[in-house]
């Protein structure tokens, strides 16, 4: 991508910020160009996965391969969400941020709480019944499934699958192309979300809940500097600055749109583009990473359960803490790449260890704001495991080839 553009979105974004501060609410007139961009990017994420994922599968062909990239892939996204929450814990107990505050909650603000599904039932969800179906409602995972299951038969078929393997060839090209397109509109499309954000949030609104957006904020950044330039350094053998540089249009969209899902095109496309990151890697980790792996809801979970404990003066026992960190892994998980889901998430997180649900009415007013935060690094979280699954797979692959020449010659 090219530098020009990224320059544009960040002057654009800067632009966003001052304008909204200064004309306040009636900003709100700009938000049809925000939404405009967001329904551009959104429509190209169903034909994109699937022609990638097919083409990636196809191309590797092999049951053994996919199955290691999954366990590295999958791997990687548990260990990275625990430590996220556990630096979520931290950071909230070391800020307290809910600690005296007075803002009054009502008890009719109660927030119905959300079942989660049982672990069987959600597995046994990816298996669609209909893929055309799973298309139309862009259920992410029965993609990924049908994809990789359409891969595996084009690679048994052999020569005879041959047309429609270029067909997918094809279609993910066009569906990269006009992911160029849509970028191009980036910079209008990211100032038509952000300004209407910060024209409607006064500091009125902000200022009762800066500690805990800043405790969010902080955990978030030292997550992303410690824990992401640690593994793309120790894995994938990159510079952190070119990680972080190469992934810089997908940071600000998903800080504009809140949604990792809608930012997965532009995503896919820094990593392949930027960080070069073969295709069959990419979009085989990124959907997945879209849509199970949320390393910044997970911290969010951990800061606002202490938050909610802190604000009606509950102490979390060490068992408690525990089970925080247990349910908000299976919650960020569960997390859908869109706005606001994790809130609904946090009902789940403080259901288990008994926290008044009244609290996410307090944090309910500021969520576009912790949403904005989270999201970020959501998508940075998946774009490392790309570079990390990626590093990992070459190490491999330069090993077997060494033991085959250390074979040969003896
Ligand atoms: N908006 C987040 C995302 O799309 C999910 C969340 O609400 O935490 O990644």
């Known amino acids: 991508m090219k530098n020009n553009l990224v320059i544009q979105i960040f002057l654009a974004f800067i632009v966003a910020i001052v304008l909204g501060a200064i004309v306040g609410p009636g900003i709100k007139i700009v938000q049809p160009l925000g939404d405009l961009f967001l329904r551009l990017i959104m429509f190209i994420i169903v034909p994109l996965v699937l022609s990638s994922l097919v083409v990636g599968v196809a191309s590797t062909g092999d049951l053994k391969k996919l199955g290691q990239l999954s366990v590295k892939t999958v791997g990687y996204y548990l260990l990275t969400t625990a430590i996220a929450i556990s630096i979520g814990l931290f950071i909230g107990s070391v800020f307290s941020p809910g600690e005296g505050l007075d803002i009054p909650v009502s008890a009719e603000q109660q927030v119905e ?35 990789i299951f359409l891969g595996l038969g084009i690679t048994m078929l052999g020569g005879n699958g041959k047309v429609v393997y270029s067909f997918f060839e094809q279609m993910a090209e066009v569906m990269y192309k006009i992911t160029g397109i849509v970028m191009r509109f980036a910079p209008v499309g990211v100032f038509g979300l952000v300004a209407p954000t910060v024209g409607e949030y006064g500091l009125s609104v902000l200022l009762p809940l800066l500690k805990v957006i800043l405790a969010l904020a902080i955990g978030c950044f030292i997550h992303a500097i ?38 997965l095109p532009v995503t896919i496309k ?56 247990l349910t ?83």
């Open 226 to 263: 410690i824990v992401y330039s640690i593994s793309v350094k120790a894995f994938g053998k990159m510079s952190p600055i070119t990680f972080f540089k190469g992934i810089a249009p997908a940071i600000f969209v998903a800080f504009s749109t809140s949604s990792s899902a809608g930012t």
């Open 113 to 147: 709480s959300k079942e989660a599904p049982g672990i069987i039932d959600t597995l046994l969800n990816i298996v669609p019944t209909n893929p055309i179906a799973s298309l139309v409602e862009g259920n992410m995972l029965q993609i990924i499934f049908f994809a």
């Open 270 to 325: 820094c990593t392949e583009e930027n960080l070069k990151i073969p295709r069959e890697i990419s979009s085989f980790v990124l959907p997945l990473g879209a849509t199970i792996n949320m390393n910044g809801t997970a911290l969010y979970l951990g800061v606002c359960a202490l938050f909610v404990a802190q604000f009606f003066g509950i102490d979390l026992t060490f068992t408690q803490q525990v089970t925080v960190v």
């Open 328 to 410: 908000a892994t299976l919650a960020s998980i569960g997390t859908a790449g869109v706005p606001s889901a994790g809130l609904i998430m946090l009902t789940m997180v403080m259901t288990s260890v008994g926290l008044p649900l009244e609290g996410i009415a307090l944090l309910a007013g500021v969520d576009r704001i912790l949403d904005m935060i989270r999201t970020t690094v959501n998508v940075m979280g998946d774009a490392a495991a790309a570079v990390v699954v990626s590093g990992n797979e070459k190490n491999d692959e330069d090993h077997t080839q060494k033991n085959d020449q250390t074979s040969i010659t003896a």
